[in-house]
């Protein structure tokens, strides 16, 4: 299921290095609300899904989220960060109690749109602390994609309320792809 591509979702430049941002970036590199975090959760809710379109949702976006977190670790390498491990920005590990344990699927789906709308909002602070046009174009470019994430979650609860047909939950799939097109 899971594919390997030797080139970033997005390219990262640096117009100078930064190491005060670099640890900022840690945050979303294994925090709370962190790509990681996000990843490993997708990958746990995806277990408890029922629905075959939903399942298969949640696997690209475990799979995009670690696309993410490659980003972020190239992006914090070239602005001088130190050699990476799984910390957030104050220095703590990443432990496992940021993965959310939900079983009944509609709250995985509800629990996720909260985390990726927590992810845009750090996102979002996270932009001001920087001058670097190319770390905030990056920023905005992870912004838009977790509200990609957001929306086809919240159209996946709709879908799931209504008793959606195969047919609606799989334009969630082709819908998810379509957004990738503008990555290529």
Not at 57 to 72: K, N, P, S, T, V
Not at 131 to 146: T, V
Request: net charge negative; hydrophobic share 40%; with cysteine.
């Amino acid at each position: 299921m899971f594919n390997f591509r030797k080139h970033l979702f997005y390219p990262i430049h640096v117009e100078c290095q930064d190491p005060m941002f670099a640890r900022v970036l840690l945050e979303h590199y294994a925090g709370r609300n962190s790509e990681l975090s996000s990843s490993i959760q997708y990958l746990n809710h995806r277990s408890n899904i029922p629905n075959r379109y939903v399942r298969e949702l949640l696997g690209l976006f475990a799979a995009e989220e670690l696309g993410h977190m490659e980003i972020i670790a190239v992006a914090i390498m070239k602005l001088g960060g130190s050699p990476l491990t799984c910390i957030n920005s104050q220095g703590a590990p990443w432990v496992i109690n940021y993965i959310d344990q939900s079983v009944d699927w509609f709250t995985i789906l509800q629990v996720n749109v909260q985390a990726e709308t927590r992810a845009g909002q750090l996102y979002q602070q996270h932009l001001e602390l920087t001058c670097d046009p190319n770390m905030k174009r990056m920023i905005k470019f992870l912004i838009s994609r977790e509200e990609v994430h957001k929306r086809l979650l919240q159209r996946a609860q709709i879908l799931i309320r209504d008793n959606g047909s195969p047919e609606d939950f799989n334009e969630l799939i082709y819908d998810y792809k379509m957004s990738l097109q503008v990555l290529e």
